[in-house]
Each structure stands twice: as structure tokens, then as C-alpha cells.
């Protein structure tokens, strides 16, 4: 699986948009770029995928640049329950398997 | 949405013992379920790939004497901690994928924590 790269932690103020960035610069044409989460002591949480156009649903919004080697989730107005650790992960077209990175601690400050 | 109920949620155990952990997807079938362990303030570390009615996949560096892996259907996978000692103890994620492919989701079980004492 081709690696991604993303920030150790980042901070947001409450009710502001937070921008969370992926690089995944070895992306073969047939990778998905999915976004999971997760609180503590749950398991992940699917967010959102795509594979080269940009993607909205009901919990963020997924940029993906036009040459597809990074990546950005975006909240549109961070809350409390939004602190979470965010993985960015690359899943070939076969599916199979799926290595989390090491992911971005957000902490949202109220 | 898909779900996975994963269970025990958490497990304490004596050294030497063994641990048995399901993961059963409720509401759609699952051909192949994932295993994880994450131990503190980590990222989720990939066990084994499990597909319905064959043996486990296993990655490099997980014995898979020690951690059997059954999938006999398509909406239950076990996961047994056998002979567990002390440095066993972590959080057991499972997952399960309702169709093939590099769109699907994975959706996640709640995890164990197991702690060998």
C-alpha cells in the first residue's frame, strides 16, 4: 500500500473549519483516498472517500488535488465531539487490506 | 449503516489463558473481516485478513499459533488469544467490508480491551 503522510496534531477553535491535511505523493491511478476517525477507545469511524474528484457528505468535505498527491478534510464548523484522531488512508481497487498511518490528533478548544 | 458488534468489549485474563473475541457484522454479509491491535497513544496495527471459509491471512511478524483466526460465516469472525501473557494486553479492533473493491468502507467493531494479568 502506497504511505500517506499527515501532521502529528493539529488545534481548532470551536465553530471554526479545520483544514486537515494528507500527502500520499507514491498514489497509484487506482488508490481511493479514505478518511477515517476515532475517539477514544472506540474504533475507527469511516468519514469520507474519493478517487479523484472532490466529495461532500453529511460529516466533511474531501479536496483532492488535481494531480491526486495530497489530500485535505475539511470540517466546516469544528465541535467538541469532533476531537479525534484522523487517519488518511490509500486502499488499492482490490480493497484488500488496510494499514492506518499514524494519523493527526485534533483537539478542538472551545 | 453497516455494523459491527464486536464482543467482549473488554476482557480480563490470567497469564496462560486463553480469549476468544467475536466480531459479527449485523446487518449485511461480510467476505472478509480485518483484525487490528493498537496498544496506547498508537496507530492500529494490521493482525491478519480474514476470508469466509478459508484460512487467515497473516502479516508479517503476527504467529498465528497464537492468535486464531475463524471465519466461519459470512457474519461471524473469532479471534482466540491463545496461552496469553502480560505483553499480550492491548485493544483488539475487528472490521468487516460488506463488498469488494477500494471504494467499499470498512466498518469497525468497538474494539476489546484485553488485559492479561
Known amino acids: 500500500d502506497a504511505k500517506t503522510t499527515q501532521p502529528n496534531s493539529m488545534e481548532s477553535n470551536e465553530e471554526e473549519p479545520v483544514h486537515l491535511p494528507c500527502n500520499h505523493s507514491?498514489?497509484?491511478?487506482?488508490?481511493?483516498i479514505h478518511w477515517y476517525r476515532q475517539l477514544p477507545s472506540q474504533g475507527p469511524e469511516y468519514v469520507i472517500h474519493g478517487l479523484t474528484s472532490n466529495v461532500n457528505n453529511r460529516m466533511a468535505s474531501l479536496a483532492i488535488a488535481e494531480d491526486r498527491k495530497s489530500s485535505t478534510l475539511i470540517l466546516h464548523r469544528a465541535t467538541l465531539r469532533d476531537a479525534a484522531v484522523y487517519y488518511c488512508i490509500l486502499r488499492d481497487h482490490t480493497g484488500n487490506q488496510f494499514y492506518f498511518g499514524t494519523g493527526t490528533s485534533l483537539t478542538v478548544i472551545p | 449503516g453497516a455494523v459491527v458488534s464486536q464482543h467482549p468489549s473488554w476482557v480480563i485474563c490470567k497469564s496462560g489463558t486463553s480469549v476468544k473475541i467475536e466480531c459479527r457484522s449485523l446487518d449485511f454479509q461480510a467476505t472478509t473481516m480485518f483484525w487490528y491491535r493498537q496498544f496506547p497513544k498508537q496507530s492500529l496495527m494490521l493482525m491478519a485478513t480474514s476470508n469466509e471459509g478459508s484460512k487467515a491471512t497473516y502479516e508479517q511478524g503476527v504467529e498465528k499459533d497464537k492468535f486464531l483466526i475463524n471465519h466461519a460465516s459470512l457474519t461471524l469472525s473469532t479471534l482466540t488469544v491463545t496461552s496469553a501473557h502480560p505483553e499480550d494486553s492491548s485493544f483488539y479492533i475487528c472490521s468487516a467490508r460488506d463488498q469488494s473493491g477500494g471504494s467499499s468502507p470498512l466498518h469497525f467493531g468497538n474494539g476489546t480491551r484485553l488485559t492479561v494479568t
Open positions: 507514491t498514489i497509484s491511478g487506482t488508490d481511493y
